[in-house]
């Protein structure tokens, strides 16, 4: 289990990388996830201040399979807002 362990960490920090830059009001935090030379996802999330940027990094390198699979789960799953009569009419 150690070695499939020590593989899947090889092979996720050979495919998804980090880049971490100051912005006007913070950091952003651009992530590549890749399948060999295949870009599969390639998004900048923006952090108030460099601790959170850290923080963001470290809980996508934990699992970025499960990270880059509820991103596309989202897309696919979304559906476009629509309000309800109650909305509508200002009743909340």
């Not at 362990?5 to 100051?22: G, T, W």
């Not at 950091?27 to 959170?52: F, G, K, S, W």
């Not at 699992?63 to 200002?90: H, K, L, M, W």
Request: charged share 30%.
């Amino acid at each position: 289990m150690a070695g499939l362990r020590l593989f899947v960490k090889l092979k996720n920090d050979r495919d998804v990388s980090f880049d971490i830059k100051p912005a006007k009001r913070g950091y952003n935090v651009h992530c590549r996830c890749c399948d060999d030379d295949m870009v599969l996802m390639d998004i900048t999330l923006y952090a108030p201040d460099q601790e959170q940027a850290n923080y963001i990094k470290s809980k996508i390198q934990m699992n970025p399979t499960d990270f880059y699979c509820r991103v596309v789960d989202y897309i696919i799953e979304n559906e476009e807002y629509v309000p309800s009569a109650a909305e509508e009419q200002g009743l909340f």
